[in-house]
């Protein structure tokens, strides 16, 4: 897939898993003559309940991996990843490097009312203040409510997406969010958007809720416009993917976050 | 830490995580005079939801750091790696290994008064099908109900081992064992004896619930008691601990899972 002119060069993703799948459904919606890398770092998800150093380090590994690739620019799709090592990846790489983090905070602050936000996340990323430091400085005047939800990722990945379990642990979350009545609540964290359904419904109509990843797509088109290297025109883009871990769960689940079949699946160690 | 003669030398134990500090706090009490050498994968944590080549593959690795130290047994606290890589390690490596379905396994028998044994773990413990293997060459007349509960790990690890979303999560996972009136519950993941409580609430008083932990330091006396390297007397034995993702994390979280403050701590790559 290496192109020989720059802007014909793929888009590389990385995620921890599977949810950044979410990320590339909207790129290439949005950006349907990109051809498009995406590696998941299946054997050593979760990265929210991991360190700081260890997300940093698996997040350089898996760059490099890309970046061999020839790509021509590099999304995080991981909000942990982008939380804590988005800094250290921008200032070392030689391609752009585009995370989910100021994408969704930039949107929360054009679509919150009366700038009383909600952030929730892995605790890696709530905990990194990632999110609250980049909405701060896009809106100073920010009310911030911010809150880890680690049983959000378990009960996605059980399937249990709505149902009374889903609701109990829901309302154990956001209860404080509701009560100081945040007007948008940003989704932190990629496995969150299958979870809006049921989370708008505890929330209540008045909240909005972000989805980083229909922010990230557009960013990254944004960017590529920018410097040159969008690739426009009728040829649709082709994709491949490169797990750490099974393959073939990889397909069954994947596709579910996908909505859509997926193929062309390599097994890859990353360390 | 390494003694001259065999039986001077320590125990090596790994799991995935922390939830092995209920089998180390068994060995301890029971066999005071031992050293012990503690190694958590915490950086890849958790295996339960991992390929079985992935499993294996880190088993191998987590043991040979171990063999490398000294030790003269190793025992396999993991429910996962031990369903799915206990042979090979057993056939591969040159000191005994001990894991711990067939104990948990062996007790379940000894205790099922109807044999109607459940069996509950993560997904990969109970889709190796190493449990169900194991109860029916001891008991091969059991009626054996299993079922992978992969919310129970997350519950125990936000801190919520009581409550109405944990009952409602047991009930869900286990409503089939109580209708079929299961005599013995066999709990194959190191986390799920933090649930005990809740779960005998749930199952009532007609359940026995199986903690391999307290099976596995039995056997594990047994075996080094029959090859006449068990250590004994009054000097009480030293501990150590190796993590492969954050010290701090461990001395905090571990130290509920033990019970008791933990020292002596130290960081590790393994790969």
Sequence with gaps: ????????????????????????????????????????????VPYGTRTPETVIRYSFQNSSFLVKKGIKALVVACNTASAVAIDDLKSRLSVPVIGVIEPGARAAAR?????????????????????????????????????????FVPLVEEGWTSGKITLS???????????RKVDTLVLGCTHYPLL???????????????????????????????SGLLREGKKKG??????TDSVDKFRVIGGMFLGRPISNIEHVDIA
Tied chains: 1, 2.
Aim: charged share 25%; glycine share 10%; net charge positive.
């Design 196 to 226: 809006k359904e049921a989370i708008s419904e505890y929330m209540g109509d008045d909240t909005v809720l972000i989805d980083s990843a229909v922010e990230v797509a557009k960013e990254v088109r944004k960017q590529l416009r920018a």
């Design 111 to 151: 679509m919150s009312a009366g700038g009383k936000v909600g952030i929730i996340g892995t605790e890696a990323t709530i905990n990194s203040g990632s999110y609250q430091r980049t909405m701060r400085e896009i809106m100073p005047d920010a009310d911030i409510v911010s809150k880890p939800c680690p049983l």
């Design 169 to 179: 642990v829901i309302r154990e979350y956001l209860n404080t969010m509701k009560r």
């Design 1 to 44: 897939m290496k192109g020989t002119r720059p802007g014909s060069r793929p888009i590389g993703v990385f995620d921890s898993g599977m949810g950044g799948l979410t990320v590339f459904r909207e790129l290439i919606s949005r950006l349907p003559g990109e051809d498009i890398i995406y590696l998941g770092d299946t054997a050593r």
């Design 238 to 243: 082709k994709y491949a993917f490169f797990v």
